[in-house]
């Protein structure tokens, strides 16, 4: 995947290398593993080398690649400066004593991107008779989070609400486990359950709460496009105001005495089962 014709750039080329912990340009990407500097700059921070192929290959809006090259293999190398080069993205060389300064994992595979965080609202949705939108409320688990998104794409679903109290979308652990896919879709972020309601009942869509006192999702009439899906809270379920302007509650039958699955994992099945009644329309 990453053959490209060295001689373009020259393989012993050094671009912008940084060497010191303590140049400001390090300073602000390790500001980004926290919330206060990712809000400050309005920025985010990608990390490892298939996310960072990943956020690349989909033509995301990346700012600046940062890599080291006694980290990543020298086909990685030459792809990346060629995909930067290319797209007019500044590239940085890095050492590994800064490479694990800005990473956020113990093993750093020395690949880093930063982007704008993206500035989205409900207008930027698009809304027609086969909608599916899925709103996750306070959920905090990021690695959760990060494999809600991910599956919510594999199902078709570009369009997400993250209400308030939800994890931070641009937390690290949230960024790896999308592998760089969230950037395809359209992320509401930090939304009031209150104005999810509004919306809904605005645009005449159906909203349906997964809980575990709804009718199962294999007979309940309502779970097919277009509507709004609800997803809660691993510990303490959905707001009552999501509750109580539900238009149906669904859930997953258990066996066994099993009380609950993975919040990610329910997702998926109810998802896939929308995408199966939106195929069969």
Not at 36 to 55: A, C, Q, T, Y
Not at 229 to 258: F, H, K, T, W
Not at 268 to 273: A, M, S, W
């Amino acid at each position: 995947m990453y053959e490209v014709e060295c001689s373009a750039l020259g393989r012993r080329e050094v671009i912008g290398l940084l060497t010191s912990v303590h140049n400001p340009l390090v300073k602000q990407l390790v500001s980004l593993q926290s919330r206060k500097g990712r809000d400050n700059s309005g920025e985010f921070l990608v990390e490892g080398r298939r996310s960072v192929e990943e956020i690349l290959l989909r033509d995301a809006p990346v700012k600046q690649v940062f890599l080291c090259p006694d980290l990543a293999p020298t086909a990685y190398q030459d792809w990346c400066r060629t995909e930067c080069l290319r797209r007019g993205i500044t590239y940085h060389e890095i050492n590994e004593r800064v490479s694990a300064k800005i990473s956020g994992t113990e093993q750093p595979q020395g690949v880093f991107a930063v982007l704008a965080q993206p500035s989205k609202d409900w207008l930027d949705f698009h809304l027609d008779r086969q909608t599916v939108i899925l709103c996750v409320a306070g959920i905090q688990d990021p690695g959760n989070l990060g494999t809600i998104l991910r599956t919510a794409l594999a199902a078709g679903v570009t369009q997400i609400v993250l209400t308030t109290g939800t994890v931070d979308l641009y937390n690290p652990k949230v960024v790896r486990s999308t592998l760089g896919t969230m950037l395809s879709q359209v992320i509401l972020v930090d939304v009031p359950a209150q104005d999810v309601l509004a919306f809904c009942r605005a645009q005449a869509l159906p909203l349906i709460v997964a809980d575990s006192r709804g009718e199962s999702y294999a007979v309940a009439p309502h779970l097919q496009p277009p509507l709004v899906l609800v997803v809660g809270n691993e510990g303490n379920g959905v707001s009552p105001c999501l509750l109580q302007g539900a238009v149906a509650l669904v859930q997953i039958p258990m066996r066994y005495q099993v009380e609950s699955l993975n919040v990610s994992i329910a997702t998926g099945i109810l998802l896939f089962e929308i995408v199966r009644r939106q195929q069969s329309l």
